[in-house]
């Protein structure tokens, strides 16, 4: 009895086993013939698919969304209750970032990942705490004295910094510089000096190692591993200060101590000269900070401490990455296409050589910047095919259904690939892997493009603000140099995109400069 019992339960168990894999099968046959977007294996969703393409994702969700019609579903393993949609569609994208923007926040799995470094700042805020910020961002920003004073930091940085650091490196034995540290460092330095009012100096000849500068990367760097971890492993990691979590608070809490002390100076600074008349950085401005009614009558608004840091350094993250990293594909993509950088160094030449006689350094004017068309347009088409932020992400507050019928669930997540969209025929026309700056112009002005065809500055109410600040500032840079010098990459150096939030190159960008004779000089 005992032996025919055992076999009973063995029949059993082998019974069991056959039907939950036949059951595997039809599951994955259905969802085979279902979903034209990528598998959706039972328990583990997608992630499968995800970790055998790491290490090309960019080049692997491009055709899957093609293959797809431009959309679709995406489920995580099952325990995480990850799901949503990842689109290309301009139409979606629109009805998102503008139509029901209240709909679609950063949500809290964003600002969860994101608070102990930005805190509630402008950059991880949603809400009528976004809306405030916004307000007080867009009034400062926008004021003639915060332009004028980021225009000429900008000039002296360019002038008095970066070019006599290629002069360095041209004398240098080895001649060879890595020009995305250089661009980064440049634009930390930048931000720094509008943000907060002071000089990291990374920009020196021996390109030091700046403890803040250094943290600041660091912890924007870690942050992005709380993205690829599930909730259950970051955040056990981070209560017990385990690997990656322990280097993180230690990094955020440089950069916290390094900005509260700076703000502290200021107060300071403001109490000893009873106001900061002198100084026309953000942080600064922000002290000083008088609110409108709409009479017109001011009244002057206290922020707190962690208001100001949670700001500044959002505002540092934000402009510190999208100039930097636009700049360097710019320059690798303008080096592959000569004829392109003959047409820029014939612009800029013709606007120097317009100058009255006995004004021929090249430090260029504002004026003169706004008048390189075709430099704009080259660098916007570096932006199309290599944007800063190669996906981004928002989160559904409640269930609601896409112009198309696609709906979607309280909840879920909805990713866009800006990178994706670059390599859509349909969007971009045939020619759409092309480098290809004349599709920007029309009767020899630059003409921009739908904003959620095109949405490399955010779109809608979030539309950038530093997006006029970012071009001025890829322009001075790029033409300064080019006039100044032929960049060549290193032969045989990789050049591949680097996976984080922020499209680095991940080899970075070993370049040799040869200097040009100037002959508008």
């Not at 679609?104 to 608070?115: A, T």
């Not at 920003?141 to 490196?169: C, G, I, P, T, Y």
């Not at 140099?481 to 984080?500: A, D, G, M, S």
Request: glycine share 6%; aromatic share 14%.
């Amino acid at each position: 009895m005992f032996f025919l019992s055992e076999i009973i339960n063995l029949v059993g168990f082998w019974d069991a086993a056959l039907t939950l894999f036949g059951l595997f099968i039809f599951t994955c046959l259905l969802e085979n013939f279902t979903n034209k977007g990528p598998m959706l294996w039972p328990v583990v969703g997608i992630t499968p698919s995800l970790f055998l393409n790491i290490s090309n994702i960019y080049d692997w969700a491009t055709p899957a969304l093609i293959r797809a019609g431009g959309t679709f579903r995406f489920r995580g393993m099952w325990f995480g209750g990850a799901h949503g949609i990842v689109t290309i569609d301009p139409s979606k994208i629109e009805y998102m970032l503008k139509t029901r923007f209240i709909n679609f926040p950063k949500g809290q799995y964003y600002r969860e990942r994101f608070r102990d470094l930005l805190g509630d700042g402008i950059f991880n805020a949603d809400s009528e705490m976004w809306k405030e910020q916004r307000r007080i961002a867009t009034s400062e920003m926008h004021s003639s004295r915060f332009s004028d004073h980021s225009f000429l930091s900008m000039q002296v940085l360019v002038h008095d910094k970066l070019l006599k650091l290629m002069e360095n490196v041209v004398s240098s034995k080895n001649g060879v510089v890595d020009l995305q540290e250089v661009l980064l460092r440049f634009t930390f330095d930048n931000i720094c000096t509008t943000a907060l009012g002071i000089d990291p100096g990374c920009l020196a000849f021996d390109l030091p190692e700046i403890p803040f500068a250094k943290a600041f990367e660091e912890a924007t760097e870690l942050t992005l591993f709380r993205f690829m971890v599930p909730p259950f492993v970051w955040k056990v990691m981070k209560f017990f200060e385990m690997g990656y979590e322990r280097r993180l608070k230690e990094s955020i809490g440089i950069v916290h101590d390094f900005a509260g002390k700076v703000v502290t100076e200021r107060w300071n600074e403001l109490i000893k000269l009873s106001g900061l008349k002198d100084r026309s950085d953000l942080l600064s401005r922000l002290m000083e900070y008088t609110d409108q009614n709409p009479q017109g009558q001011g009244k002057q608004k206290r922020f707190s401490d962690k208001f100001l840091i949670d700001f500044c350094i959002s505002f540092i993250l934000a402009g510190r990455d999208t100039s930097s990293v636009a700049l360097a594909w710019f320059f690798w993509l303008v080096q592959k296409n000569p004829k392109v950088e003959n047409k820029i160094l014939k612009e800029v030449n013709d606007i120097l050589g317009g100058r009255e006689y006995g004004q021929k350094n090249p430090i260029f004017t504002v004026e003169e910047l706004k008048k390189m068309v075709y430099l704009q347009a080259a660098l916007s088409e570096s932006l199309r095919l290599y944007p800063a932020v190669p996906i981004d992400i928002k989160e559904v507050v409640e269930d609601d259904v896409f112009p198309d019928g696609i709906m979607v669930k309280k909840g879920g997540r909805v990713l866009y690939s800006i990178f994706s969209m670059a390599r859509i025929e349909s969007i971009w026309g045939r020619d759409c892997l092309e480098f290809k700056p004349e599709r920007w112009i029309k009767d020899g002005a630059f003409v921009s493009e739908n904003q959620f065809k095109y949405p490399v500055f955010n779109a809608g109410p979030r539309l950038c603000l530093g997006k006029k600040f970012a071009y001025m500032q890829m322009k001075m840079v790029a033409a300064a140099i080019l006039l100044r010098y032929e960049v060549k990459v290193v032969e045989e150096h990789n050049v591949v995109p680097k996976l984080t939030t922020t499209l680095y190159m991940q080899n970075g960008l070993l370049v040799t400069l040869k200097p040009r004779f100037l002959t508008t000089v």
